[in-house]
């Protein structure tokens, strides 16, 4: 079956500090990765994405993800966390076709910063 | 400017009262679909649509219609609303076919009360 799990419901760290959300997906083949945010109040921004080619991938506000075939992951990363950060994370995967065109979400991971 | 938009933001409804949710996006995306978010299970499809005239079911489906009659709209309606509707939903779109399968743009999100 198609999942995806985020182990971590939530997850504080300190501002300045490193961060690492987990993600891991079961899926037929190599599937297209996606990580969203969704700060609160907010409809889901894109992170970052992963189709193929380099396994780490940059996305914006200075988040990076890298897939990792091998342990069906694509966990996402960021040097220093800033209190905008704190938000809600979502991992998904995507059909590496184009004719079903069903994302599957994990359940999320809320982030809270300390000040 | 590339938008999905939903309406409304949020609704506070009767048992029993139907209901419609709009969406509406400007990409000229084939693909629309349907969430609803709830804690701990992160985004659960509803329906959704690959094209004009053709919609199907997701995940979570019961107690919930759709209809795609032009290419732009995709409104989702609730003919009999339950408590256990209460959730945030999601509309969702994204192109599909070729080097379009990417990732899917979100609306804001509509925050559904039914007492």
């Known amino acids: 079956a198609q999942s995806v799990t985020q182990p971590d419901i939530h997850i504080t760290v300190s501002e300045g500090a490193s961060l690492e959300l987990r993600c891991n997906y079961s899926?037929?083949?190599?599937?297209?990765l996606f990580w969203y945010v969704q700060s609160p109040g907010q409809g889901l921004q894109l992170l970052l994405k992963?189709?193929?080619?380099?396994?780490l991938v940059q996305g914006i506000k200075g988040f990076e993800a890298e897939f990792k075939r091998s342990q069906s992951s694509f966990n996402l990363r960021k040097p220093s966390v800033h209190w905008s950060d704190a938000a809600e994370y979502f991992c998904a995967v995507g059909p590496p076709y184009s004719s079903a065109s069903k994302i599957i979400f994990g359940s999320g991971t809320r982030l809270s910063i300390r000040p | 400017e590339a938008q999905v938009t939903q309406n409304p933001r949020y609704l506070i409804t009767v048992t029993g009262k139907k209901l419609t949710v709009t969406c509406s996006q400007n990409?000229?995306?084939?693909?629309m679909s349907w969430y609803r978010q709830d804690p701990g299970l992160g985004l659960r499809q509803i329906y959704y649509s690959m094209n004009v005239e053709v919609t199907d079911k997701g995940d979570v489906p019961e107690g919930y219609k759709v209809s795609r009659k032009e290419k732009r709209n995709f409104p989702l309606i609730l003919e009999s609303p339950s408590p256990n509707q209460t959730s945030l939903y999601f509309c969702a779109t994204k192109g599909i076919g070729g080097d379009r399968n990417t990732e899917a743009f979100f609306g804001q999100g509509t925050r559904l009360t039914v007492v």
């Open positions: 899926y037929g083949a190599t599937p297209y």
């Open positions: 990409m000229n995306h084939e693909y």
């Open positions: 992963y189709f193929s080619g380099d396994t």
